[in-house]
């Protein structure tokens, strides 16, 4: 979760703003929303993630589903596709992580009943970067109609994404081979300050004729946690098909949780339906994305001042709230027993975490790690 | 070609399309009768004072949005439990309970299904009252189990069947999981009285049956928060350790902020932080932690001396206006000359009557007076209003005489 430089939750000004106009709403009531959702919510959630002047939008050829958080939004995908993709409940289509992710996803694809989870090559620990080529080795090699869930920005853990012209180049092996792109997009705005750079992969994908699901979540651009405020997108070729694809996850929500919740979503719709209130949301999510990329920058200039040994250009080439440092357990454990700096044994930090005042004991601390454990 | 060329195209909710229905009709007479959800006497929705006054309290703390744990606000669960099993409930004292935050009814009743096709060893099969609410058969199906029945509704006699559940219930294969509605039976609004529960508890302990109490009204049902919680409680004193799930969407009115829970009762405190541990195990991976704002409008309305005598005074009122309707409604009957026994509208109870109509006879309240119910005959009783209930008598009476 975003923490702000004095290591605080930070609840958005402009969502503040709008639950006050919310709690002043007397017209407003605590009745059943649709079991997909808020339709305004819906309709702008989508928007946000394809962008305003998106094809499929135009042509009609989406669908939303309000959802609990990103989470929800992937498990009500998952289960969707089991019963319905690639043949009749298949639950031997491979689905494919990558290494690492969010270990969430597994449990997700498993719970909803895929019985062969896989991974695809992703984190060059060597190299502190993408494996590429490992990853369209996978994709390669991976039967046909395989399912790989893509982290749209902000990889999560490692911090790594795809470029443009790599993203370009997963899209054409993906399209040979007719695998299904399920966007996990939990950090649209969060990673780099701007919606529409943020959104690129999927976009472009869209715009490749995929048909894809995207999960969106916003619990950390507009600091929604606690909400569980979430949309799937679903981008299909025609209206008829988005259509019946949405009618079947109806049936998969209403056993799930019948429908979602209101909070949430009349936050994000307000804010997202009003040109002066999705500026002011613009602005706080930028606010946000730029400390992270501030303390990314000033933690690798101090590791090079120090002169720490290895290279430190990761730390501000990897976007988003997480970090693979490349910190081994053994320095992590470091970090956690001597130092009192919490990080995954992956060498996973948060760089939210991070603030102008306990920068120097961090770079410090990495410092002694780095140059007393091997 | 499209990935989605062979999706059927799934029907429409039945009980959701009646409002669908219902909002097309052009008739101002029309009444919507489908869905359940309070209405207050001019047929609008209402939101009760308590939380009126626990969202101003929250409003003003101006808290964080953090995630909750993955097993939801402990406030809001610890009070859940009290409300529903008793503070002086020796499994609620004994810590031997574990209750988890759910997204509302649905939400409690498919965690604990999903935790039974998990962990319950002995049986798939969950038994079902005849009729039942129509969501319960998908929601265990989709979690794996499968589903039985047991006789439960007489439409002869619009009453409970009681020899027909009991013959029903001692046949059930021994470990096996039956479903039973708290109070306020959805469909039927039927209700065993207490004798009849304290036999149906004693053939489910001879059979060793996992009980699993659905309660989505308490309060609701008769006004009075114990007294609908007997059954759950009395079968908890009988040593049946249950589990529970329960909806604040009606007796808080908190519908669309999905406010719920789901409750283990367990040998000791031990057993139930193992299963506490697998429950969460279960919830991450649907949609990781529960939403805040109506778990903390509830239990700040549970925990807060005030504002909790202020909710039960609102939900008997409820309650009382739906008694009331009852009432109006069977004597506005007699007064249209109806020469039917109408007694089972005011022996029924909750949101919920079986009014015992056919399916001709609702089609023709339909289509003829833009009365709207679902095909059973069930009305919400939630949806009469004094400003109404003579119409409906009427049309009934139109269709059955």
């Known amino acids: 979760a975003y923490r702000t430089d004095e290591g605080q939750p930070w609840v958005l000004p402009v969502v503040k703003k709008v639950e006050q106009m919310i709690a002043n709403d007397n017209s407003l009531n605590h009745e059943y929303l649709p079991i997909l959702g808020l339709p305004e919510f819906r309709a702008n959630a989508s928007r946000i993630a394809l962008g305003d002047d998106s094809p499929a939008i135009k042509e009609k050829r989406i669908g939303s589903v309000q959802s609990l958080g990103g989470t929800g939004a992937l498990r009500i995908g998952a289960d969707f596709l089991r019963r319905w993709y690639n043949g009749n409940n298949n639950t031997a289509t491979p689905v494919y992580v990558s290494t690492p992710t969010w270990e969430n996803h597994n449990s997700v694809f498993m719970d909803a009943g895929f019985k062969d989870i896989r991974t695809y090559h992703y984190w060059d620990a060597a190299k502190r970067g993408l494996d590429l080529q490992g990853l369209l080795n996978d994709m390669e090699n991976a039967p046909e ?111 799930t949780w019948s429908n979602p919740p209101s909070q949430g979503a009349r936050i994000v719709a307000t804010t997202l339906s009003s040109p002066q209130l999705f500026d002011e949301w613009k602005g706080n999510v930028k606010t946000m ?84 454990i091997q | 070609s499209s990935w989605w060329s062979h999706v059927e195209m799934g029907p429409p909710d039945p009980i959701l399309g009646v409002t669908e229905a219902y909002k097309r009709d052009t008739n101002s007479k029309k009444m919507n009768l489908g869905v359940g959800a309070y209405r207050d006497d001019n047929g609008k929705p209402y939101v009760l004072n308590c939380v009126r006054k626990a969202e101003a309290m929250i409003a003003s703390k101006k808290m964080d949005k953090e995630y909750l744990p993955i097993g939801g606000l402990a406030d809001f669960t610890r009070a859940s439990a009290e409300l529903a099993l008793g503070e002086n409930s020796e499994a609620f004292k004994s810590g031997r309970y574990v209750t988890v935050q759910g997204i509302s009814g649905t939400g409690s009743l498919r965690i604990g299904a999903n935790f039974l096709q998990r962990f319950f060893k002995t049986s798939r099969d969950v038994y079902l009252p005849k009729p039942s609410w129509g969501n319960h058969t998908p929601i265990f199906r989709d979690a794996g189990m499968q589903l039985q029945a047991y006789r439960y509704y007489d439409p002869k006699t619009c009453s409970l069947d009681f020899s027909g559940a009991m013959d029903d219930i001692s046949k059930i294969p021994e470990k096996s999981i039956i479903l039973l509605h708290a109070c306020a039976h959805n469909p039927t609004g039927v209700d065993p009285r207490q004798e009849q529960w304290k036999e149906m508890a004693a053939v489910v302990k001879k059979r060793n049956l996992l009980a699993y109490f659905d309660m989505a009204y308490q309060g609701f049902a008769s006004g009075d928060i114990n007294r609908d919680a007997w059954a759950v409680r009395y079968f908890i004193e009988q040593g049946i350790n249950i589990v529970l799930s329960q909806s604040f969407a009606k007796n808080m009115g908190l519908y669309g902020e999905r406010a719920g829970a789901f409750t283990v009762i367990c040998s000791d405190a031990d057993e139930a932080k193992r299963v506490e541990s697998q429950l969460k195990i279960l919830i991450r991976p649907m949609y990781s932690n529960p939403p805040l704002n109506g778990a903390r409008i509830a239990s700040l309305i549970l925990n807060t001396p005030d504002l909790r005598k202020e909710w039960l005074t609102e939900v008997k009122g409820m309650a009382d206006r739906i008694i009331g309707m009852r009432t109006q409604l069977v004597s506005n009957l007699k007064k249209e000359g109806s020469s039917h026994n109408w007694q089972h509208i005011t022996d029924q109870i909750g949101m919920f009557c079986f009014t015992g109509l056919k399916p001709d006879q609702v089609e023709r309240l339909i289509k003829e007076f833009s009365i709207y119910m679902t095909k059973d005959g069930r009305i919400s009783v939630a949806g009469v209003t004094s400003g109404n209930v003579g119409y409906l008598a009427h049309a009934i009476h139109q269709v059955t005489k």
């Open chain 1, 145 to 255: 109609r395989s399912i790989f869930i893509l982290h749209a920005c902000a990889h999560n853990p490692t911090g790594t994404d795809p470029t443009p012209e790599q993203w370009k180049q997963i899209a054409a092996v993906m399209k040979r081979r007719s695998l299904f792109p399920f966007f996990d997009s939990a950090y649209q705005g969060f990673a780099s300050g701007s919606l529409d750079k943020d959104a690129w992969a999927v976009r472009y994908f869209v715009s490749e004729g995929f048909e894809l699901f995207c999960a969106q979540s916003f619990s950390k651009n507009f600091g929604l946690y606690n909400e569980r405020v979430g949309n799937l997108t679903v981008v299909g070729k025609d209206a008829d098909n988005v259509q019946r694809v949405l009618s079947q996850m109806e049936k998969i929500v209403r056993t």
């Open chain 1, 289 to 372: 994305a730029d400390r992270v990329l501030l303390m990314r920058s000033e933690l690798r200039s101090r590791l090079e001042a120090l002169g720490t040994p290895g290279t430190w250009n990761h730390i501000t080439e990897q976007i988003g709230m997480f970090s693979f440092t490349g910190l081994n357990p053994k320095q992590v454990e470091y970090m956690v027993k001597e130092k009192h700096i919490y990080l995954m044994a992956s060498g996973r930090i948060n760089m939210c975490g991070l603030t102008t005042k306990n920068l120097d004991y961090v770079a410090k601390s990495i410092h002694e790690a780095v140059t007393k």
